[in-house]
């Protein structure tokens, strides 16, 4: 089914059943590309962990992201200071990066022009099949530095498309998250590309698939985004990965300065920020802003996961998980108060500890041994 054009091409939905809007208006907003399916089109269903199958036979047409002759970042890349292209380029293994819906197909957001603002070539999303460690999988990131990295029709529609490309071939997906959100100019379609993204991770998931996501980037993972990053198989987060459904704006517009200053920036990162997800459970893991840093959590938490069922017994564990955090955390009032009931002695001093310091002590508290997912 059609569901958008741009720059003359069509995107195409899987057969999936549509998704009905207000109004009884009916949105296919997170259909597969089509071009995702042709280029996945071979693959065996056995390369999901471990298999070596071969690169697509048109991938030597496609350059690795960037300049063909970059190779690997320097050590110590800033993962947060890095555009979503540049961290790709450090995260995968060396020139085996083949894009799906690439730069040359020109496929943007038929909803930008309408309001007088430039589109991207990517639409702020690239996806492809690459290999991380040997392992063959598929990869996704978001661009922060275009319109946040929000989620849009063509947007959720390449990540959607990806998932379900996933479901098919049983391979490990990794994606880098950077986003506020949905975008305001495409309201309907993002919020429902983001419906039809948790849709396909959670059939994803459902069959064996490992997804795994990345925080670290400068828009964070709000909105849509943090939803999405809970239903991952694992988290990876920085310092600077900020994760929450409701950006500090929108608390502070909602309910008041009293409630949630958005402009005071020590709240804001002890409550949202990647230390504080970290020790309380939302993260597996916490690692240092660099590149080298992040694909080494990512080689780890696909090891780690790709074991794990996805079922109802899964999710009654985490379902348990979570009331048990409720009732643990019940009277607290900050996060400075949930770090003393983990068991931090000096809580004030957490915001300041540097890396090593910091991974020592969230290793020891309970709260982030006890992860079901």
Same mark, same amino acid.
Not at 44 to 69: E, F, V
Not at 169 to 183: C, E, N
């Given at each position: 089914?059609?569901?958008?054009?741009?720059? *003359?091409?069509?995107?195409?939905?899987?057969?999936?059943? &549509?998704?009905? /809007?207000? *109004?009884? @208006?009916?949105?296919?907003?997170?259909?597969?590309? &089509?071009?995702?399916?042709?280029?996945?089109?071979?693959?065996?269903?056995?390369?999901?962990? /471990?298999?070596?199958?071969?690169?697509? !036979?048109?991938?030597?047409?496609?350059?690795?992201? +960037?300049?063909?002759?970059? +190779? #690997?970042?320097?050590? *110590? @890349?800033?993962?947060?200071?890095?555009?979503? #292209?540049?961290?790709? !380029?450090?995260?995968?293994?060396? *020139?085996?990066?083949?894009? $799906?819906?690439?730069?040359?197909?020109?496929?943007?957001?038929?909803?930008?022009?309408?309001?007088?603002?430039?589109?991207?070539?990517?639409?702020?999303?690239?996806?492809?099949?690459?290999?991380?460690?040997?392992?063959?999988?598929?990869?996704? !990131?978001?661009?922060?530095?275009?319109?946040? +990295?929000? $989620?849009? %029709?063509?947007?959720?529609?390449?990540?959607?498309?990806?998932?379900?490309?996933?479901?098919?071939?049983?391979?490990?997906?990794?994606?880098?998250?950077?986003?506020?959100?949905?975008?305001?100019?495409?309201?309907?379609?993002?919020?429902?590309?983001?419906?039809?993204?948790?849709?396909?991770?959670?059939?994803?998931?459902?069959?064996?698939?490992?997804?795994?996501?990345?925080?670290?980037?400068?828009?964070?993972?709000?909105?849509?985004? /943090?939803?999405?990053?809970?239903?991952?198989?694992?988290?990876?987060?920085?310092?600077?990965?900020?994760?929450?459904?409701?950006?500090?704006?929108?608390?502070?517009?909602?309910?008041?300065?009293? %409630?949630?200053?958005?402009?005071?920036?020590?709240?804001?990162?002890? @409550?949202?920020? +990647?230390?504080?997800?970290?020790?309380?459970?939302?993260?597996?893991?916490?690692?240092?802003?660099?590149?080298?840093?992040? =694909?080494?959590?990512?080689?780890?938490?696909? !090891?780690?996961?790709?074991?794990?069922?996805?079922?109802?017994? @899964?999710? %009654?564990?985490?379902?348990? =998980?979570?009331?048990?955090?409720? %009732?643990?955390?019940?009277?607290?009032?900050?996060?400075?108060?949930?770090?003393?009931?983990?068991?931090?002695?000096?809580?004030?001093?957490?915001?300041?500890?540097?890396?090593?310091?910091?991974?020592?002590?969230?290793?020891?508290?309970?709260?982030?041994?006890?992860?079901?997912?």
């Amino acid at each position: 089914m059609r569901i958008g054009t741009a720059g *003359g091409a069509t995107l195409e939905a899987a057969d999936e059943p &549509a998704t009905g /809007g207000a *109004g009884g @208006t009916v949105s296919r907003a997170a259909g597969a590309p &089509a071009s995702v399916a042709a280029d996945m089109a071979g693959v065996p269903a056995g390369a999901a962990t /471990g298999a070596t199958a071969d690169p697509p !036979a048109n991938a030597a047409t496609r350059p690795p992201i +960037g300049s063909a002759n970059a +190779g #690997r970042l320097a050590a *110590g @890349t800033s993962w947060y200071e890095a555009s979503a #292209r540049q961290r790709l !380029a450090g995260l995968v293994d060396t *020139g085996t990066f083949s894009e $799906f819906v690439g730069p040359r197909e020109r496929m943007t957001s038929p909803h930008l022009p309408l309001f007088e603002l430039p589109g991207q070539f990517d639409d702020g999303m690239i996806v492809g099949r690459a290999r991380l460690a040997g392992q063959p999988m598929l990869v996704a !990131a978001q661009e922060g530095r275009f319109m946040g +990295g929000a $989620f849009g %029709e063509v947007h959720g529609a390449k990540l959607t498309g990806l998932l379900r490309a996933a479901r098919d071939v049983r391979q490990p997906v990794v994606i880098l998250f950077d986003t506020g959100g949905v975008r305001l100019q495409e309201a309907n379609a993002g919020e429902i590309a983001v419906s039809e993204i948790i849709r396909a991770m959670l059939d994803a998931r459902a069959v064996g698939v490992s997804v795994v996501g990345l925080v670290g980037g400068r828009a964070g993972c709000y909105g849509g985004g /943090g939803i999405i990053a809970a239903c991952c198989s694992a988290l990876a987060v920085s310092e600077a990965g900020r994760i929450g459904v409701s950006g500090p704006e929108v608390i502070e517009s909602r309910h008041g300065v009293d %409630e949630f200053d958005s402009r005071d920036r020590a709240l804001v990162w002890r @409550t949202m920020g +990647g230390k504080h997800r970290r020790l309380s459970g939302g993260a597996e893991r916490f690692v240092d802003d660099t590149i080298d840093a992040f =694909r080494h959590a990512a080689i780890e938490l696909v !090891a780690q996961t790709s074991a794990v069922a996805f079922d109802i017994a @899964t999710l %009654e564990a985490e379902h348990a =998980r979570l009331a048990k955090r409720i %009732e643990r955390f019940r009277g607290c009032h900050d996060a400075l108060d949930m770090w003393h009931a983990l068991g931090a002695s000096d809580a004030a001093s957490i915001p300041a500890l540097d890396y090593p310091a910091f991974t020592a002590l969230a290793d020891r508290l309970s709260e982030v041994s006890d992860g079901a997912r």
